[in-house]
C-alpha cells in the first residue's frame, strides 16, 4: 500500500466525522421527541404513578428486575408484568405484600419492603402505566416476559 | 505500511489521501446495506411502496441528477486544472461545482418541505421512513461535501495548491464524487424503478 | 485547453454527456410509467454504466491498485446485482 | 518517570486496584445468589450486591482513568501536572465519597438511604448505572470538573500532541454527558431515552477515546515507533467509533416506546461498531511487530495487546452477535447481554487500566519495569483472569441462548424462573469461572511484591 494518509486529513475526518454524525443524532433525538408521545402512554401519568416510580426507584427494583428489557437479569421482566398478572393492580400488590422476610430456602426471593398502602397502590399503578407503553413489535415477545 | 514494492508495477495511488478512503469506504458500506435493506423491504410491502412511489417528485430527482452529475463533472475539470498549475481555472470550476451543489440543495428542501407540508415524517410508513433516511442522510452528505468545497475552494483561490501539491482538491473531490455516485443509485432505485 | 488529441478535459466532457443522457433516459423511463422486468434491466444497466465511470474516471480509479478497482466496482455490482434480485422475485 | 508530579497517579492506582477486588468480590458473591437463591439473604440481597459490583466498577474505572490521566499528561504535556495539590485534594474527596457511597449501600437499606441523602429534593436514584444518591452524583460532577480543569490546564499549556487532545475530549465528554444523570422524568420512555446518553455514549462513545488515547500511549512508550504513525492511527480510529457509534446508540431504542425507524438504523450503525475495535487490533500488532525496541517490560505489552484482542472480542464480536433488531428482539435483556457486557467491559476498560498500571507503577516506583520473577506472575495473573473470563462468557452465552429458546422463542414458552432453574448448570460453571477470575486477581496482587533483580534498560 502506498496510499499515503495524513495525521490532519485523519484528524479533519475525526471532527468532521463526529459532528455531523452526532448533528445527524440530534436530528433524530428532535424527530423522536414528536413521535414518543403518540405511543408513551402518558395519558396515564398521574400523581399515584408518579409516586410509584419514585418507589420503584427508591427500592432499586431495577437491581433484580429488567424493565422493558433493562436492568439486572436476576427476576422477572416487569414492563409487560400488569398483562401477566391478568391485568389486576390488586394482584401485583398482593405480591409485592406477600414477600416472606426471611427469604424463601435456596431460593431466590423479592425482599420484603415493608411498603405502606398509598405506596402499593403507586408501584402496582407505575407498572400498569408502563405494560401501556406502546413498543415496537410489542415487545416483549412474549407474556412471560 | 511502508514496505518498499519493488518489483511492482507502478499503480496510481487512490487520488487524494488515504484517510478520506477510509472515510467514503465506511460510507459507501452503509449506504449499501440501506439500499439492501429497501430492496427487500419492499420485495414484503409491494404495494406499500408501489403506492407511495407514485407521490414521489421525479422531475426534481431528475434535475437533481443532473445538477450532481455536472457538479462533479466540474470538480474533475477543477482537478485537472490544479494539476496544471492553474489554480483560478480550478477555483472556478470548484465554484461552478459548488454552485451546483446549492442548486441540489435548494430543490431537495423545496421536495422535503411539500413532503412534510403533508405531514409525512419518519413514522408515516416503512416507505417514507426508507425515502426520508435515505435522501435525508444523502441530504447531510451534500451539505458536508459543499463544507469540504468550499474549504478547498478558499485554499485553492489562494494558490495554496499547485501542479506538485494539490492532495487537498483530491481528496475533496473524491469525497464529492463519492456522494454523487451514491445518488445515481438512489434516484432510481427510489424514485424510478417499481 | 483544446488539444488535437482527446485530452483529459475532452474525455470528462464526453463522458459527463453520457451520465446525463443516460439519466434522462432514466427520467423518460419513469416518466412514461413502464414498469416490468425490461424497464428495470434497462435502467439498473444504466446505473451500472454510470456508476462504472464515476467510479473510474471521476473518482479516478482508473490505474490504481487491483484491490481497490474490486473494492469500489465490486461495491457498485453487488449492490446493483442485489436490487435485481430483490426486484426480480417480487 | 520525567515529572515529579506523575506520582499523583501512584494513590489513583492502588485505589482502583483494591475497589477492583471489591468488585469481583462482590461478583462471586451475586454468581452465588444465581444458584443458592438465598445465599446472604435478607442481609446482602442481589439487588445490593449487584449495585456494589456495577457501581465499584465505574468508580474504580474512573479511578483508574484519572490516574492514567495524570500518569500520560505531564508526559505528553512537557511539564509539571498544574496543580498536584488539586489531584491530591480530588483523590480524597473521591475516594471517601466513594467509600460513604459504597457504605451506605450496605449499611442501610436503599430506601433509607434515598431519605437520608434526600432523594425527594431531586430524585434521580435507582436507575441502572447511576444508582448513586443525588449528593454523590453532585460530588462525581465536582471532581470530574476539578479534574478536567487539572488536566485541561496542564495539557493547554504545554506542549499539545495528538494523544493528550484526544484524551482531553474524551474526559470532557465523560463530565458532559453524565450531566444527563440527573435528568429523570416520571415518563419512563423519555427517562430511558437520556438514560442512554449517559451510558451509550460513555462506554461506546467517550470512554473509546480515553481507551484509544491510552492504548496510543502505551504503545508510544513501549514500541519505540514513530508518533506520528501512531497518531494518525489513534484518529482514524476513534473517528471510526464516533462515527458508528454516535447512531449506534439507536441499538438501544428498539423496545422502550421510541419509534420503529431506530430498528434500522441501530442496527446498521451498530453493526459496523466491530470496525474501530477490529482497526485497533490490527493497530496494536502491527506497531508491536514494527517496534524499534524490546520494553523490558513484557508484561505491559502483553496487555496492550490483550486489551486490543479482548475488546474486539467482547465489545465487537459480543456485541454484533445481538445488536441485529430481529435477533435482539428475543436476546434483549437476557443472559446475552449479561455475557457481552461482561467480556465487554472487561476486554475494553477492565484491561486497558491495566496496561497502564502495568505500565507505570514500575516506573513510579523507580525502576524501568519489574524483575523477571514478578512480571511471570504478573502474566500469570493475565491468563488467568483472561481465560475465565473467556469462560465466564461462554457459559453466560450458552445460559443465555437457552434462556431465550425456552421462555421466548418455543411455541410452549415456560416462566422465567422455571428458565432459570433449567440452566442452572451453566450458572455453576460461571462461578467456577468466576472464582478462577479472582484467584487472578490474587496472583495480579501479589506480584507487586515479587522482589527480584530488575531487568536494566533506559526509561522510555
Known amino acids: ?69 433493562e436492568g439486572a437479569y436476576f427476576a422477572p421482566e416487569l414492563g409487560n408484568v400488569y398483562t401477566r398478572f391478568g391485568e389486576s393492580t ?28 398509598e405506596e402499593l397502590e403507586g408501584i402496582a399503578e407505575f407498572l400498569k402505566y408502563v405494560d401501556g407503553i406502546e413498543t415496537a413489535r410489542d415487545w416483549p415477545p412474549n407474556i412471560q416476559g | 505500511m511502508n514496505h518498499t514494492d519493488k518489483n511492482i508495477v507502478q499503480y496510481k495511488p487512490l487520488p487524494g489521501d488515504f484517510a478520506i478512503w477510509v472515510f467514503i469506504f465506511a460510507e459507501l458500506l452503509v449506504f449499501g446495506i440501506l439500499f439492501i435493506s429497501y430492496a427487500f423491504t419492499r420485495k414484503y410491502n409491494l404495494e406499500l411502496f408501489n403506492h407511495h412511489q407514485q407521490f414521489l417528485d421525479r ?17 474533475v475539470r477543477a482537478v485537472d486544472a490544479i494539476k496544471k498549475n492553474m489554480s483560478q481555472q480550478s477555483a472556478r470550476w470548484l465554484a461552478l461545482g459548488l454552485l451546483c451543489g446549492a442548486a441540489f440543495v435548494v430543490f431537495k428542501i423545496l421536495e422535503f418541505n411539500e413532503k412534510f407540508s403533508e405531514g409525512i415524517t419518519l413514522s408515516t410508513n416503512i416507505f417514507y421512513m426508507f425515502y426520508l433516511c435515505l435522501t435525508g442522510f444523502h441530504f447531510m452528505h451534500v451539505l458536508l461535501g459543499m463544507v469540504i468545497l468550499a474549504f478547498i475552494l478558499v485554499k485553492t483561490h489562494r494558490r495554496k495548491y499547485n501542479a506538485d501539491d494539490h492532495d487537498g482538491v483530491e481528496t475533496g473531490a473524491s469525497y464529492w464524487h463519492m456522494v454523487d455516485l451514491v445518488w445515481i443509485i438512489l434516484f432510481p432505485l427510489v424514485y424510478i424503478i417499481r | 485547453m483544446t488539444r488535437f488529441a482527446i485530452t483529459s478535459s475532452t474525455k470528462a466532457t464526453l463522458i459527463w454527456l453520457l451520465l446525463v ?62 436490487i435485481a434480485t430483490a426486484y426480480r422475485y417480487s | ?45 442481589f439487588n445490593i450486591a449487584r449495585m456494589v459490583h456495577t457501581n465499584l466498577l465505574i468508580v474504580w474505572l474512573l479511578f483508574a482513568f484519572m490516574g492514567a490521566s495524570y500518569y500520560l499528561v505531564p508526559e505528553e504535556s512537557e511539564r509539571e501536572l498544574y496543580s498536584p495539590a488539586l489531584a491530591n485534594l480530588m483523590f480524597w474527596i473521591f475516594l471517601v465519597a466513594g467509600a460513604l457511597t459504597v457504605l451506605g449501600y450496605l449499611l442501610f437499606t436503599y430506601s433509607e438511604l434515598a431519605a437520608l441523602t434526600f432523594n425527594e429534593l431531586w430524585p434521580t436514584m435507582g436507575r441502572e448505572f447511576l444508582e448513586q444518591p443525588t449528593i454523590t452524583k453532585v460530588g462525581i460532577v465536582i471532581v470530574a470538573l476539578a479534574f478536567v480543569f487539572n488536566i485541561g490546564m496542564t495539557i493547554l499549556t504545554g506542549r499539545k500532541t495528538v494523544v493528550s487532545l484526544v484524551l482531553l475530549t474524551g474526559l470532557v465528554g465523560l463530565a458532559v454527558f453524565f450531566l444527563f444523570a440527573f435528568y429523570n422524568p416520571v415518563n419512563v420512555v423519555l427517562d430511558k431515552y437520556w438514560w442512554w446518553w449517559v451510558v451509550h455514549l460513555w462506554v461506546e462513545g467517550v470512554w473509546e477515546l480515553i481507551l484509544g488515547a491510552i492504548l496510543a500511549f502505551v504503545l508510544i512508550k513501549v514500541t519505540g515507533v514513530d508518533r506520528e504513525v501512531i497518531e494518525k492511527w489513534l484518529y482514524i480510529i476513534i473517528a471510526m467509533t464516533l462515527i458508528t457509534g454516535i447512531i449506534g446508540t439507536g441499538h438501544h431504542y428498539f423496545w422502550i416506546g421510541t419509534p420503529d425507524y431506530w430498528q434500522w438504523l441501530g442496527s446498521i450503525f451498530s453493526a459496523m461498531e466491530p470496525i474501530p475495535f477490529f482497526m485497533m487490533t490490527l493497530f496494536a500488532f502491527n506497531m508491536v511487530n514494527k517496534r524499534r525496541r524490546d520494553h523490558p517490560n513484557k508484561a505491559a505489552v502483553l496487555w496492550a495487546l490483550g486489551t486490543a484482542v479482548m475488546a474486539f ?60 520473577a514478578a512480571q511471570t ?5 493475565f491468563w488467568l483472569m483472561t481465560v475465565s473470563m473467556v469462560f465466564i462468557t461462554l457459559f453466560l452465552t450458552a445460559a443465555g441462548i437457552l434462556q431465550v ?53 533506559v526509561e522510555a
Open chain 1, 1 to 69: 500500500m502506498k496510499e499515503t494518509f495524513t495525521k490532519s486529513m485523519a484528524r479533519n475526518i475525526y471532527y468532521g466525522g463526529s459532528m455531523f454524525f452526532l448533528l445527524v443524532f440530534i436530528g433524530l433525538t428532535y424527530d423522536t421527541h414528536q413521535e414518543i408521545p403518540k405511543r408513551d402512554n402518558h395519558e396515564a401519568i398521574n400523581e399515584v404513578v408518579a409516586l410509584g416510580k419514585r418507589v420503584w426507584e427508591e427500592n432499586n427494583c431495577i437491581g433484580c428486575h429488567t424493565l422493558l428489557g
Open chain 1, 90 to 117: 390488586e394482584a401485583l400488590k398482593g405480591f409485592i405484600k406477600s414477600r416472606p422476610v426471611e427469604g424463601i430456602p435456596g431460593r431466590r426471593s423479592m425482599p420484603q419492603f415493608n411498603l405502606s398502602e
Open chain 2, 59 to 75: 422531475e426534481t430527482g431528475a434535475i437533481n441528477t443532473v445538477l450532481l452529475i455536472t457538479s462533479s463533472y466540474f470538480v
Open chain 3, 21 to 82: 443522457l443516460l439519466t434522462l433516459v432514466t427520467y423518460g423511463l419513469g416518466k412514461i410509467g413502464y414498469s416490468g422486468t425490461f424497464v428495470i434491466t434497462i435502467v439498473l444497466a444504466s446505473v451500472l454504466i454510470k456508476g462504472h465511470h464515476i467510479i473510474a474516471d471521476f473518482m479516478g480509479l482508473r490505474g490504481t491498485e487491483k484491490k481497490w478497482r474490486w473494492l469500489m466496482q465490486g461495491w457498485l455490482l453487488l449492490i446493483v446485482a442485489v
Open chain 4, 1 to 45: 518517570m520525567k515529572y515529579q508530579s506523575q506520582l499523583v497517579a501512584q494513590k489513583y492506582f492502588i485505589a482502583a486496584l483494591s475497589l477492583f477486588l471489591g468488585q469481583i468480590l462482590f461478583g462471586v458473591i451475586m454468581g452465588m445468589q444465581y444458584v443458592v437463591g438465598d445465599f446472604l439473604f435478607p442481609e446482602i440481597p
Open chain 4, 313 to 372: 472480542l467482547g465489545a465487537g464480536v459480543w456485541g454484533f452477535m445481538h445488536t441485529l433488531a430481529p435477533i435482539n428482539y428475543y436476546t434483549h435483556g437476557t443472559q446475552i447481554t449479561a455475557a457481552h457486557g461482561h467480556m465487554a467491559f472487561y476486554g475494553a476498560y477492565v484491561m486497558i487500566s491495566l496496561t497502564m498500571i502495568s505500565y507505570s507503577m514500575p516506573i513510579m516506583r523507580g525502576k524501568v519495569a519489574n524483575s523477571q
Open chain 4, 377 to 381: 506472575l504478573e502474566m500469570w495473573s
Open chain 4, 405 to 457: 429458546y425456552l421462555q421466548r422463542f418455543t411455541d410452549t414458552p415456560i416462566t422465567f424462573m422455571q428458565a432459570q432453574e433449567k440452566i442452572e448448570i451453566f450458572y455453576w460453571l460461571r462461578e467456577v469461572s468466576g472464582i478462577v477470575f479472582l484467584i487472578g486477581l490474587i496472583v495480579y496482587f501479589i506480584s507487586f511484591f515479587v522482589k527480584g533483580e530488575e531487568p536494566q534498560g
